[in-house]
C-alpha cells in the first residue's frame, strides 16, 4: 500500500514472504549499494555509478538478501550497511518517495535466529518474553525519536513498520559522509584541534539533552557513532541501544574506551546486570560524550575505565592521562570540564548534559574562545573601577570629617610651617620593559618568555588564525613590535596570534549530480571546479560521471577539482572516448598528466 508523502506510523502485518525479486521495482533494476538505476538489456553486472558487484557481494545467513521488499512493495533492501548486537541496517529505496532510506531491522543476535535460505522471519530461541516485552520498547522508543526528529544532530525517522517477518523496522534518513573516527584519521598526528572538536560535539550535546529530557539514554556514544555528512551537519547515528532510563532490561556490548564503570557487568548474573542499569542515568552518556573529545583531540582513546578500575584500586590513584599532554593547544579549562566529565565514581561526575554545555560553551573561564577571555577581563576590570569608585567616595567621607575636627588647629600650624625650609620631593622613576619578539616560537615557550617580563599588569591575549606558511602551534605574530619600550602598567593588553596551520576543505560528493548542483556543492566547500564533457553510454546527459579526487579527502582551499560531466551516448564515436578521458583524469589524480582547461 502506497500512503501520501507525509511521514506515517504504520503497524503491517505482512502474510507473504517478501521474496527477493532482483532489485527489479516497477520494471527498473538498482543498484544494491548506490540504489541508481541500472539498465537490465545490458546487463550490467557491474554499477558503472558506484562499482559494485552483485555476484561479490555476500548477506550472510542472518541478514535480508537484497531485493527484499517491505511493506508490500514500498521499501527495496540493499546491501548491509552495519550490524550490533540489536540489529541490522541496510540501505533502502523508497518508492513512494523515491529516495535511498536506511532500514534498520531490530534483531537482538543473542536471542533470536534466522536462515533465509528457508525463511525471512525471524525466530525466537530463548526468552521469548524479553524479547517481545523488548521489541515494543524498540517501537516505542523510537516513536520518542520520531518526535525529535527535528533536533538537528539526531537521524530523522520516516516510518516504522511494527510487524513484518516477525520482527519490527525503522526507515530513517540515509546519512553519507564520513564518522567522526574517519575524519580525525585524516589529520595530520591523527588529532583535531580543540575548537573544532568543540565545534563539532555542540550538536550532538544539544541534541542528547532532548533526547535525556524525554527519558531516554543512547548508551553507544562513540566517534563510530557520529556522522560528519557531505552537507557538514553532524548527526548521532545508531539509537539500537537506546532505552528509557528505567529500563532493566536488555544491555549491550559496550565499546570499552567509551562506556563508564556502570555499563560494565559481570555475566551470567542477571542481579549484577540490573544493579548496572539502575545506576545508568544521563551520566552514563556524560561520559562517553567526554571521552569521545578526548579520543578527537588527543588523537588516542583514553585508558577503558575498567583499567581505571583495577589501577584505583590497586595504586590509590586514577591512571587517566591529562588531556594536554597529548595535545598542547587544551586549556585547563577544557581539561577539566572533560576530566569531570570522565570521573569513575557516578557521584562526583558531571551529572548532566546541560552542565556539561555549560562547562564547555557557556562559562566565561572555560578559556575555549578569545571572547571569553576579552569578557572576563572586561568584567575584572569594570568591578575594578566601581572598587576604586567606592574607595575614592570613602577617602573624600573620611577627609571631611577629618577637616572639620581640625579646622581650629590648621590656623596655628600654617604659620610654623611658612617658618620652615622648603622639603626637596624626589619622583620616583617607573620601571621600563622592552617588547621581546614571540614570533616563531611554540606557545609554550612564547609564555614562559614573556614571564622573565614581570610586568604583571601586562594582559596577554591568544588567539589563533589559519596559515599556510607558518606551522600548527606556532606564533604568528604580535599586536606590539618587538622593541617597543614601556613604563609598567601603562601598555594595556598584548594580542599574540598562534597559527593554526592551513585551512583544509572536505570534497564533497558530486559524481551522480547534475553540473550545476555539482558547481553549488564544491562552491560551497570553498573549492574550485574545472568541467570535461564527455560522451557516456549509460550516465544521462547532464550528470557527473567522475571527480578526480574522492569525496571525504581533505584538500587545501581553493584546489580545482577537475569533473567530468556526461554528453550522453555517442553511437558514432562509441566507447573510446568515454576510455581516453577515464585515463586522463587518472592521470591527473597521480599528478602525470594536469588537466586544466578554461573556467
Request: with cysteine.
Given at each position: 500500500m502506497v500512503q501520501n508523502s507525509f511521514v506515517f506510523l504504520r503497524k503491517e502485518k505482512c502474510l507473504n514472504k517478501n521474496r527477493s525479486d532482483g532489485g527489479s521495482m516497477n520494471g527498473q533494476k538498482r543498484c544494491y549499494n548506490c540504489m541508481r538505476i541500472l539498465e537490465e538489456e545490458k546487463h550490467q553486472e557491474i554499477c558503472p555509478w558506484c562499482g559494485f558487484e552483485e555476484k561479490k557481494y555476500i548477506a550472510g545467513g542472518q541478514c535480508l538478501p537484497p531485493g527484499t521488499t517491505l511493506l508490500n512493495g514500498r521499501y527495496l533492501i540493499g546491501r548491509k550497511l552495519s550490524q550490533g548486537g540489536f540489529g541490522i541496517t541496510y540501505i533502502g529505496w523508497d518508492n513512494a518517495?523515491?529516495?535511498?532510506?536506511?532500514?534498520?531491522?531490530?534483531?537482538?543476535?543473542?536471542?533470536v535466529e534466522r536462515d533465509t535460505t528457508k525463511s525471512y522471519s525471524v525466530s525466537v530461541r530463548k526468552?521469548?518474553?524479553?524479547?517481545?516485552?523488548?521489541?515494543?520498547?524498540?517501537?516505542?522508543?523510537?516513536?520518542?525519536?520520531?518526535?525529535?526528529?527535528?533536533c538537528p544532530g539526531i537521524v530523522h525517522i520516516e516510518n516504522i513498520i511494527e510487524n513484518e517477518n516477525d520482527t519490527s523496522y525503522l526507515i530513517m534518513e540515509l546519512l553519507e559522509g564520513v564518522t567522526l573516527k574517519q575524519y580525525r584519521d585524516e589529520h595530520r598526528n591523527q588529532q583535531l584541534d580543540p575548537k573544532e572538536a568543540l565545534e563539532l560535539m555542540k550538536p550532538v550535546i544539544r541534541s542528547m539533552q532532548e533526547v535525556h529530557k524525554m527519558g531516554l539514554l543512547h548508551r553507544d556514544i562513540s566517534p563510530d557513532n557520529i556522522m560528519l555528512c557531505n552537507d557538514l551537519e553532524v548527526k548521532l547515528l545508531d539509537?539500537?541501544?537506546a532505552r528509557s532510563q528505567d529500563s532493566t532490561q536488555f544491555t549491550t556490548i559496550m565499546k570499552t574506551e567509551f562506556s563508564p564503570p556502570e555499563q560494565r557487568y559481570r555475566k551470567p548474573g542477571e542481579g549484577e546486570r540490573s544493579k548496572a542499569l539502575k545506576q545508568q542515568g544521563?551520566?552514563?552518556?556524560?561520559?562517553?560524550?567526554?571521552?569521545?573529545?578526548?579520543?578527537?583531540?588527543?588523537?588516542?582513546?583514553?585508558?577503558?575505565?575498567?583499567?581505571?578500575v583495577c589501577s584505583l584500586l590497586e595504586t590509590g590513584e586514577d591512571s587517566l592521562t591529562p588531556l594536554s599532554v597529548w595535545n598542547e593547544d587544551v586549556t585547563p579549562e577544557l581539561e577539566r570540564a572533560v576530566s569531570h566529565g570522565m570521573v569513575l565514581k557516578i557521584q562526583k561526575r558531571t551529572a548532566s548534559m546541560e552542565e556539561l554545555y555549560r562547562d564547555l560553551y557557556e562559562c566565561p573561564q572555560n578559556g575555549t574562545t578569545e571572547e571569553a577571555v576579552e569578557e572576563k577581563a572586561h568584567r575584572w576590570k569594570w568591578m575594578a573601577g566601581i572598587f576604586l569608585a567606592g574607595l575614592c567616595m570613602v577617602g573624600i567621607v573620611l577627609a571631611g570629617i577629618y577637616m572639620r575636627s581640625s579646622k581650629t588647629s590648621v590656623a596655628g600650624k600654617l604659620e610654623d610651617i611658612r617658618k620652615e625650609k622648603p622639603v626637596e620631593t624626589i619622583k620616583s622613576k617607573s620601571k621600563t620593559y622592552r617588547m621581546i619578539r614571540v614570533e616563531g616560537m611554540k606557545r609554550k615557550e612564547a609564555a614562559g618568555a614573556l614571564q622573565q617580563l614581570a610586568d604583571s599588569s601586562l594582559e596577554i591575549i591568544w588567539k589563533r588564525k589559519y596559515s599556510s606558511t607558518v606551522k600548527k602551534g606556532e606564533i604568528l605574530s604580535q599586536s606590539i613590535a618587538p622593541g617597543t619600550e614601556w613604563e609598567a602598567g601603562s601598555l594595556g593588553k598584548l594580542t599574540i596570534y598562534v597559527s593554526r596551520g592551513r585551512k583544509y576543505c572536505r570534497?564533497?560528493?558530486?559524481?551522480?549530480?547534475?553540473?550545476?548542483?555539482?558547481?553549488?556543492?564544491?562552491?560551497?566547500?570553498?573549492?574550485r571546479i574545472c568541467v570535461m564533457k564527455e560522451y557516456h553510454e549509460t550516465v544521462p546527459e547532464g550528470l557527473v560521471v567522475e571527480q578526480s579526487v574522492k569525496a571525504g579527502r581533505r584538500v587545501k582551499k581553493n584546489t580545482k577539482i577537475t569533473v567530468i560531466v556526461s554528453k550522453g551516448s555517442n553511437p558514432a564515436a562509441g566507447q573510446s572516448e568515454l576510455n581516453n578521458s577515464t585515463k586522463t583524469i587518472r592521470g591527473s589524480r597521480n599528478g602525470q598528466n594536469k588537466v586544466v582547461p578554461p573556467m
Open positions: 518517495l523515491e529516495h535511498k532510506v536506511a532500514v534498520k531491522e531490530y534483531y537482538p543476535s543473542e536471542f526468552q521469548s518474553d524479553l524479547v517481545s516485552r523488548e521489541r515494543d520498547n524498540f517501537v516505542k522508543e523510537a516513536r520518542i525519536l520520531y518526535s525529535l526528529s527535528s539509537f539500537g541501544a544521563p551520566w552514563t552518556d556524560v561520559y562517553a560524550v567526554c571521552a569521545t573529545l578526548y579520543y578527537l583531540i588527543a588523537g588516542k582513546a583514553a585508558q577503558s575505565s575498567q583499567g581505571r570534497v564533497p560528493v558530486v559524481r551522480g549530480e547534475a553540473e550545476q548542483e555539482a558547481r553549488r556543492l564544491l562552491k560551497k566547500a570553498k573549492l
